[in-house]
């Protein structure tokens, strides 16, 4: 005898489950693209060093896969691992960073299970890629002075601030999206 599992699947492949037949084959989501990706990670570069911090910037379309990485020169070797973590946390959870990690820290020890996943931080500098309400890619920061985590003071909110400036670089081309 098949488990209820297995024949939902059989089912649903069959459609003879409500909804499922004739479902729709191909679907269309929207991403951040490669140029759009670029210009952010410059410009957020751009901003880090008029403070004169030396950063890694990550920029992730929609589905989490890497479009840019941009280590300056002088920047730490770990910024660029955790310059992804930071990007990928704010896609996945569709908020900044250092936010999931605030909520985190309150419910914390029921809330520990995710930090085990890979690619997910606590740590400020990653924010969210929106084009009106949907989340079409995620920017990352790593390297300002002090950005070891959430409140360590200075180092994540400078990370999210020079995120913020790239995202702000691009937002007139997000909101034509």
Same mark, same amino acid.
């Given at each position: 005898?098949?488990?209820?599992?297995?024949?939902?699947?059989?089912?649903?492949?069959?459609?003879?489950?409500?909804?499922?037949?004739?479902?729709?084959?191909?679907?269309?989501?929207?991403?951040?693209?490669?140029?759009?990706?670029?210009?952010?990670?410059?410009?957020?570069? #751009?901003?880090?060093?008029?403070?004169?911090?030396?950063?890694?910037?990550?920029?992730?379309?929609?589905?989490?896969?890497?479009?840019?990485?941009?280590?300056?020169?002088?920047?730490?070797?770990?910024?660029?691992?955790?310059?992804?973590?930071?990007?990928?946390?704010?896609?996945?959870?569709?908020?900044?960073?250092?936010?999931?990690?605030?909520?985190?820290?309150?419910?914390?020890?029921?809330?520990?299970?995710?930090?085990?996943?890979?690619?997910?931080?606590?740590?400020?500098?990653?924010?969210?890629?929106?084009?009106?309400?949907?989340?079409?890619?995620?920017?990352?920061?790593?390297?300002?002075?002090?950005?070891?985590?959430?409140?360590?003071?200075?180092?994540?909110?400078? #990370?999210?601030?020079?995120?913020?400036?790239?995202?702000?670089?691009?937002?007139?081309?997000?909101?034509?999206?």
């Amino acid at each position: 005898m098949k488990s209820n599992g297995t024949w939902l699947i059989v089912a649903a492949a069959l459609g003879l489950l409500p909804g499922t037949a004739g479902a729709q084959a191909i679907v269309v989501e929207r991403s951040l693209s490669v140029g759009a990706a670029l210009e952010l990670a410059s410009a957020a570069l #751009d901003a880090c060093r008029k403070h004169g911090s030396r950063v890694t910037i990550t920029v992730l379309d929609h589905a989490g896969r890497t479009k840019v990485v941009l280590r300056d020169d002088g920047s730490n070797p770990h910024s660029v691992e955790h310059s992804l973590r930071k990007a990928y946390t704010a896609l996945t959870y569709k908020m900044p960073s250092g936010d999931y990690g605030k909520r985190a820290g309150k419910s914390f020890p029921g809330s520990h299970g995710p930090l085990h996943l890979a690619n997910i931080t606590t740590s400020a500098g990653g924010l969210p890629i929106r084009a009106g309400e949907t989340v079409v890619g995620a920017v990352g920061i790593s390297g300002t002075p002090g950005s070891g985590g959430a409140g360590s003071g200075g180092g994540g909110a400078a #990370d999210e601030a020079c995120a913020q400036a790239g995202i702000d670089k691009i937002a007139t081309s997000l909101s034509g999206s």
